[in-house]
């Protein structure tokens, strides 16, 4: 494998073929991009094959940030002064009797308009859509719209549709809010956030009032809400979603009075880092305009009111009775109202809970904006930061601390403390900084630099056996190791009943030559001849130094006629073959050969070598640069 491996590198090595090497490296580099960009069928399995992995790896950094959310919150608490007024399935049961099935006639949201109102209520919003007139109770509908217009802390909702449609209808201007947007990533046209028609509430509310939010609600990829679109985009204009527009007035009410405009209200700032400020609030949101929300869990903690109770009350003090929730109870609280029945299909999938209602989600988007805490996703550049610094303390580790349990223990105690500090983060200050990509990085760093020092480890341990088992002048195995092979030779000729040749290898008048031409030249003549020999052997035969001028060959699985044949082919090959002795000087040398076979000629290493130099001695006698000639075999009986 090594001789393979010099090979392929002398052939690179070579000038000629530098240039062959670079084209092969560009048109390969061509090829790749070609098929990333074509719009050939291997593109489209490689770009749909990137896509899938990073659809997967993003929905599992969705379900840790899901994970996250299920932690204890200490930091932010549900505000008391939020109320869900819960249409509930017992609301649906207990008032069917007398007001029918649902939906009821909307005289019933105008008795608790008035109930609460008369309490002291701050804010109502009514997270359902009053679509069209009701049959037979039209004047019902007109007295819900004269009381959504007596009182300017009443809202309703609306929401939008990209259905076709040939005359969309337009909305009042007294609902489109003034926006400035600086930010160059969220444009709104072409998204999700622009839409094509409206589904319009009945006129008479249109007329009356313009506290009116939009309650569409997108989903993730998964199916699960995490986030929410404060603002949509309709026909050129900007609209608020329900609950920011109660939190915007909410907060102009409550904290800066003296701003009250209805005529105008503060402009709506989008800065260049995706933050939606307006009075001292500033929201972080993505790309597509949607804020992170904060859940006050693991549980729902907002207290709901189940709708038949306050409906009671109401017909309680008709009756002259105690209410079971007097007005008063509603004083300066936030309420909304909305369906929390699993039968009416308003509900979400968040990551607090598989069945969410919608309405409750209302009231977490008003308290995150009240509460100035929406969760904040660190940038894709302080993610890819975070990964680059855990691959390079990973790293360090591994290279600098020799034990492989304890590189171990660091990297699970550095992946751990990365988790409990991002879920710190999460928790403490709202910044959701990634945990897939940071963990993937530290077990591939880990898992490529223990490779690495494996593969260091066995090069070292090569290296050291090189040096343990080959001559340094010739880089042929040493006398050692020639021992050694000698015994395993016989101990699997033994074992298969088979044979091997062992040739002993002398350099003709080396002694001469050295004395002529310095050592320097024999000590490249040593090496051109050792490397020589490497070549005229077949793969599986070994090539030694026995010492000084002297080789060792032994050829496996070889007898003695097929042994003497190789000898003289490797001893033509020799004498055929110029020596350089410098960059001006060649020379021809000999050798002389002496040949011995396992088992007829010897059942010992000692035997062996023994009747080997035998026959090398009589080569030299006869004349040199030839494979002196066989004596007689001993009568030898292989060993068992």
């Known amino acids: 494998m090594n001789e393979i491996l010099d090979k392929i590198k002398q052939f690179f090595n070579e000038k000629k073929y530098r240039y062959i090497y670079l084209i092969i490296v560009l048109a390969i580099i061509f090829i790749f991009s070609f098929s990333l960009t074509s719009s050939n069928k291997f593109s489209r399995n490689i770009k749909h094959f990137l896509y899938n992995v990073g659809q997967f790896f993003e929905q599992t950094e969705l379900k840790t940030h899901d994970l996250r959310c299920q932690l204890p919150n200490r930091k932010i608490k549900a505000n008391p002064n939020v109320v869900i007024l819960s249409i509930d399935d017992t609301s649906l049961e207990v008032l069917e009797e007398q007001y029918g099935r649902y939906p009821w006639k909307r005289g019933i949201y105008v008795d608790i308009i008035e109930y609460m109102q008369a309490g002291g209520v701050d804010s109502i919003a009514f997270d359902l859509m009053f679509l069209g007139y009701r049959e037979g109770a039209k004047d019902q509908d007109i007295l819900l719209a004269s009381t959504l217009g007596k009182y300017k802390n009443t809202y309703v909702s609306m929401n939008f549709d990209v259905r076709d449609a040939e005359h969309p209808p337009d909305i009042s201007e007294a609902l489109i809010y003034n926006v400035e947007n600086n930010s160059p990533n969220i444009k709104f046209a072409d998204t999700k956030l622009e839409f094509t028609n409206c589904r319009l509430i009945f006129d008479d509310i249109l007329k009356k009032t313009d506290k009116i939010g939009i309650i569409n609600f997108f989903r993730d990829d998964d199916g699960i809400s995490r986030r929410v679109n404060v603002l949509f985009k309709y026909k050129d204009y900007l609209y608020p979603y329900l609950a920011f527009k109660v939190a915007y007035d909410y907060i102009q009410n409550h904290e800066n009075p003296d701003n009250i405009d209805s005529q105008k209200r503060p402009k709506i700032v989008i800065t260049k880092n995706n933050e939606i400020t307006f009075f001292n609030r500033k929201i972080p949101v993505d790309n597509s305009g949607a804020m992170l929300l904060n859940w006050y869990g693991p549980s729902r903690t907002f207290l709901h009111i189940p709708f038949w109770q306050v409906i009671k009350s109401i017909n309680d003090v008709k009756k002259g009775k105690d209410p079971l929730i007097p007005p008063e109870y509603f004083k300066n609280k936030v309420v909304f109202v909305g369906v929390t029945a699993t039968s009416l299909f308003d509900i979400k999938t968040t990551p607090l809970d598989r069945i969410y209602p919608g309405v409750e989600l209302q009231t977490t988007v008003f308290n995150n904006i009240i509460d100035n805490n929406s969760t904040r996703r660190a940038k894709p550049i302080v993610d890819f930061s975070i990964c680059i610094i855990l691959i390079v303390l990973t790293a360090v580790i591994a290279i600098k601390v020799k034990s492989s349990i304890t590189t171990s223990i660091m990297t699970i105690l550095i992946t751990a403390f990365y988790i409990i500090l991002a879920c710190y983060l999460f928790k403490e200050y709202f910044i959701w900084i990634g945990l897939v990509n940071p963990v993937i990085s530290i077990i591939l760093t880990f898992t490529v630099m223990y490779i690495i020092k494996y593969l260091l480890k066995s090069r070292d341990f090569e290296h050291t056996y090189k040096l343990a088992t080959t001559d340094g002048l010739t880089n042929l195995y040493n006398h050692r190791y020639f021992q050694d092979e000698m015994i395993r030779s016989i101990e699997k ?104 076979t396992y088992p007829q000629c010897g059942l010992t290493p000692t035997e062996l070598i023994e009747f080997s130099d035998q026959g090398l001695y009589r080569a030299k006698e006869g004349g040199r640069n030839q494979v002196g000639a066989i004596g007689e075999l001993p009568d030898l009986k292989p060993l068992k």
């Open 493 to 596: 000729a033994n074992k298969t009943k088979g044979h091997f040749t062992l040739v002993l290898v002398d350099i003709d008048f080396f002694k001469k030559f050295n004395d002529t031409y310095g050592h320097q030249a024999g000590d490249a003549v040593l090496k051109q001849v050792a490397e020589t020999l490497k070549k005229s052997v077949r793969p599986g035969d070994l090539v030694a130094r026995y010492g000084g001028e002297e080789m060792a060959i032994i050829f496996a699985d070889t007898d003695l006629e097929e042994g003497i044949k190789l000898a003289d082919n490797i001893c033509k090959i020799i004498a055929a073959k110029p020596f350089k002795l410098s960059d001006t000087v060649e020379k021809h040398v000999t050798i002389s050969l002496g040949v011995s």
